[in-house]
């Protein structure tokens, strides 16, 4: 049964957004202000935006690389009747901080903006979507040796804990970078690691959703692979996905405003527990990303009506206890669509796990699905709402509003 107190919590927290008015900056009205660029809203002359800052790779104290690369190698078990064959659940993650302005510069900003009117909001500029481009080369000790360039397939940004979310007045500090890998990449990708020292090249484009630009010029950055593969993974997303504008007359869409680059070089014979090999039988260890868990309603505007989606997982533990873990897609951070699920505690990867949807409403109503068995460990959860789901929602939406 669903634990009162945990829904009230969670209700409480999401009846926090509720009070948000949907914003309507105008991407026409862009300034330059104290070296980040300011936009004003469509309807409210008190009220600003202000643009994301660049995205550094980060370190820990000691300027080691907040990298890691996991090769998860599974060898089959008996009882799932697979056993000698090798599958490998790769992945890559990495830790990125974000150069926000600061709370002196945001305050400065907003003193330049009060000359025009007395009542000023500074806010970040709401954020559809993130997404990133990796490339690696390998780097040789012969200066003539000829290195090839590879692309790496697209993961997502995840927010672990509130430093990743942000508020009302502030971007968020830091967020995980994580994708997964086949066989084949996974293999090449090693062999590049283990060769020394490998460059990484990490494109980046943020989407904002505002009065559509009269002018709209994408402009990449970094090696002339890196730019190709932005160029094209980003330039069809951009000005692709009409939002509601609740009545304006101007149509809000969805622009890249920002994109940018940086550079990682991973050596790992300095750093050599960089690379990881885990092998995984019956048993997942504590901490290790054990599932993918997907949902698009709030990223792709399926579900106007829902505030916040909550997933809880739970699984069998090494002890026969069972393990829970949950997480929460929210309306107000559209751009986090995808989340990894590490459990505290090792979990038994030759017994299913069960997971169940809690969702709350713009009205604050709770929906709660039943428990959801999946016996694969490989698979993606996708809890994003059904479409024959989303085609009830949509008419009964209409017949309310034509009563």
């Not at 957004?17 to 949907?22: E, F, N, Y």
């Not at 590879?150 to 993961?155: I, R």
């Not at 690691?193 to 559509?212: E, H, R």
């Not at 002018?215 to 002339?224: A, N």
Request: glycine share 4%.
């Amino acid at each position: 049964m669903y634990n009162n107190r945990t829904a009230i919590l969670f209700i409480s927290f999401v009846l926090l957004w509720v009070q948000l008015i949907l914003a309507q900056p105008d991407l026409n009205t862009e300034r330059l202000m104290h070296g980040i660029k300011v936009y004003a809203d469509a309807s409210k002359p008190y009220l600003y935006y202000y643009e994301p800052g660049d995205l550094l790779f980060a370190h820990d104290s000691e300027q080691k690389p907040d990298l890691k690369f996991i090769q998860m190698r599974y060898t089959g078990t008996r009882a799932a009747g697979d056993q000698g064959i090798k599958r490998f659940r790769s992945l890559v993650r990495f830790r990125v901080v974000m150069d926000a302005p600061t709370r002196d510069t945001l305050r400065t900003v907003k003193q330049r903006l009060a000359s025009r009117n007395t009542r000023i909001e500074l806010r970040p500029l709401p954020i559809r979507r993130i997404r990133a481009v990796l490339v690696y080369t390998p780097i040789y000790p012969d200066p003539d040796a000829e290195a090839e360039v590879t692309v790496l397939p697209e993961g997502y940004f995840d927010a672990t804990d509130e430093a990743g979310y942000g508020d009302r007045d502030v971007f968020w500090q830091e967020r995980n970078y994580t994708l997964r890998l086949d066989n084949f990449t996974s293999q090449a990708l090693w062999d590049a690691f283990s060769q020394g020292k490998i460059l990484l090249s990490v494109g980046y484009a943020f989407w904002a959703d505002g009065i559509a630009p009269e002018v709209s010029e994408l402009s990449f950055s970094g090696t002339p692979e890196l730019v190709a593969e932005m160029q094209k993974r980003f330039s069809q997303l951009n000005d692709s996905t009409q939002v509601d504008s609740t009545g304006s007359e101007a149509k809000m869409t969805s622009h890249i405003v920002k994109a940018s680059a940086f550079e990682i070089t991973v050596d790992v014979q300095q750093w050599p527990d960089l690379l990881q090999k885990v092998d995984i039988n019956e048993r997942i260890p504590p901490g290790y990303a054990a599932l993918d868990v997907y949902c698009f309603d709030f990223n792709n505007e399926l579900r106007p009506d829902l505030y916040a989606k909550r997933v809880e997982i739970k699984a069998v533990g090494v002890g026969k206890d069972t393990v829970f873990m949950h997480l929460t897609f929210r309306y107000k951070h559209p751009d986090i669509y995808a989340q990894n699920v590490r459990f505290p505690y090792a979990v038994r990867l030759d017994q299913p796990f069960w997971y169940r949807i809690i969702e709350i409403d713009k009205d604050g109503e709770l929906f709660q699905s039943d428990w959801i068995e999946r016996a694969s460990w490989t698979e993606i959860v996708d809890v994003t709402t059904p479409r024959d789901r989303l085609e009830k929602t949509v008419v009964s939406d209409t017949l309310e509003t034509n009563n």
